[in-house]
């Protein structure tokens, strides 16, 4: 069980928190302070956030979300469980990955190995970076030292190490080498960087090599944001299908390399509950004519997809119509998955549609 510091939180999180709620999920409409129809249980007007929401994270229904409720509102992490519907120690987990905060070994130590340790962060010197707060915009020196360090640990990787982790994952080298993915210091740990709209490196995702003592670990570089996984622009090579209309999202990195491996336009968030900002700004800026979102095969995955279709579906580019929902058929839990168990080339159309969201129309009164 990964032991978080609570106070590190909480100061990570200050003056962050309108974005982190964002990036869970909650309709950004919903948090400026007046009264709102619940995102959760509906009515008119009985939702709002607190005037401090973006030091403190509180919210209240007065219905689903209110003193004598089994979670009643207080701060920002009673207001992911109560969204989210997720225990103590999950709110905890997701609000560390948001913000970039390492957990902390389990003799407490403040020391972590690695290039995403908790002692090698920009400076070196143990301070934790803060980004500034909502709408996200680094400042040019976090964005160059997130930059650097991601492309150094690309540099690393050599050919083999790069195919090893490949064939370990079921997905191809050459979509590893696309989303630029690296290796640390020690060799320990892949670095998968995390992107804004504009493909800025705004954080990095470092996970433990499978076939090391930390494959099941994995954090975020501290100060990183929880952005999108997406291939690097190539210009002379087409093999990423650049000029497909259909954008997909999945969950996770590896689930973008597979579908990377597919020539898929694809774009994916950090986890389940995560990105929901910069998958916004992305699509705004791209503009897709289909948008599909890709669930893992269990509760979580679904009712994340589900919340993100909601999210986006308060302001839909001009070039959307609607999104679709689908996921891996049985027995595959995720995409990743699916695509390696799969003998011939897969059809996405063997992919159930579990839901379809399209914006709310204004209905129009002609009054004589």
Not at 10 to 26: K, Q, Y
Not at 64 to 86: K, N, Q, S, V
Not at 118 to 141: C, E, I, K, M, Y
Request: positive net charge.
């Amino acid at each position: 069980m990964p032991f978080y510091n609570l106070d590190e939180l909480r100061r990570a999180a200050a003056g962050r928190w309108a974005e982190i709620l964002i990036s869970a999920g909650l309709p950004a409409a919903c948090l400026d302070g007046r009264n709102r129809p619940c995102p959760k249980c509906g009515g008119r007007d009985r939702f709002a956030a607190f005037p401090d929401l973006q030091q403190r994270g509180a919210v209240h229904c007065r219905h689903c979300f209110t003193r004598g409720c089994a979670i009643p509102p207080g701060d920002g992490m009673a207001t992911l469980r109560w969204w989210l519907g997720c225990s103590f120690a999950e709110s905890l987990a997701f609000l560390a990955d948001a913000v970039g905060v390492a957990p902390e070994r389990g003799d407490r130590s403040p020391s972590r190995s690695a290039g995403g340790s908790r002692a090698s962060h920009f400076g070196g010197n143990g301070a934790a970076t803060v980004a500034p707060s909502f709408p996200t915009d680094l400042s040019q020196d976090i964005v160059d030292a997130h930059t650097h360090f991601a492309r150094e640990a690309y540099r690393r990787i050599d050919r083999e190490t790069r195919r090893r982790l490949a064939e370990q994952l079921s997905v191809s080298a050459d979509a590893l080498r696309a989303l630029r993915v690296g290796l640390t210091t020690d060799r320990q740990s892949s670095t998968w960087p995390m992107r804004n709209e504009t493909h800025t490196v705004i954080g990095v995702r470092i996970c433990g090599l499978p076939w090391t003592d930390q494959r099941h670990a994995k954090w975020s570089r501290r100060g990183s944001q929880s952005g999108i996984f997406v291939a690097r622009r190539v210009t002379s090579d087409t093999s990423f299908a650049a000029d497909s209309t259909r954008l997909f999202i999945t969950e996770g990195a590896s689930d973008t390399a597979a579908a990377i491996g597919l020539g898929l336009w694809v774009i994916g968030r950090a986890s389940c509950s995560a990105s929901t900002f910069f998958v916004d700004r992305y699509i705004h800026r791209h503009q897709p004519s289909q948008l599909t979102i890709i669930a893992d095969n269990d509760d979580a995955g679904r009712n994340g997809a589900k919340r993100l279709a909601k999210s986006l579906c308060q302001a839909l580019p001009k070039s959307l119509s609607e999104i679709d929902v689908i996921q891996p058929p049985a027995p595959a839990n995720d995409f990743r998955a699916w695509v390696g168990a799969a003998s011939p080339p897969i059809d996405l159309e063997d992919a159930p549609k579990i839901a379809s969201f399209a914006p709310l129309k204004q209905t129009k009164f002609e009054f004589g």
